[in-house]
């Protein structure tokens, strides 16, 4: 990763009952979902799913300026409603505070690091 690209990380609880759903209804993600994602400076975003447990990985050229470009578009809030319905915790685009549940980073390790 390189030194000018942000990384946030946040984790999403799928309802059992609903994990089907949720991994097809990735299977297809709207073009205006990914497209929002291009113009907030997204470079790379990574989903990883594991029984009711997803894990998002978003690596952008700058966090805030990439949740100001998402903040209230149409599709995306459209794709986070849906999937919501997939969810028992996890993006809340109606909650002001905190729509995203970002993870804090608490120890990190760097082979390329100068010794």
Request: charged share 40%; proline share 3%; glycine share 4%.
């Amino acid at each position: 990763m390189a030194s000018d690209i942000e990384r946030a990380v946040y984790i999403q609880r799928i309802d059992p009952e609903y994990k089907e759903e949720y991994l097809e209804a990735h299977e297809d993600v709207p073009e205006g979902v990914s497209e929002a994602m291009r113009r907030g400076g997204v470079t790379e975003f990574e989903l990883y799913v594991r029984d009711d447990l997803a894990v998002c990985l978003l690596e952008a050229e700058d966090i805030d300026a990439y949740l100001d470009e998402v903040d209230g578009d149409e599709a995306v809030e459209e794709w986070e409603r849906y999937t919501a319905e997939f969810k028992r915790e996890g993006v809340d685009v109606d909650d002001a505070d905190e729509p995203i549940p970002f993870m804090e980073r608490i120890w990190t390790f760097s082979a390329s690091v100068d010794r």
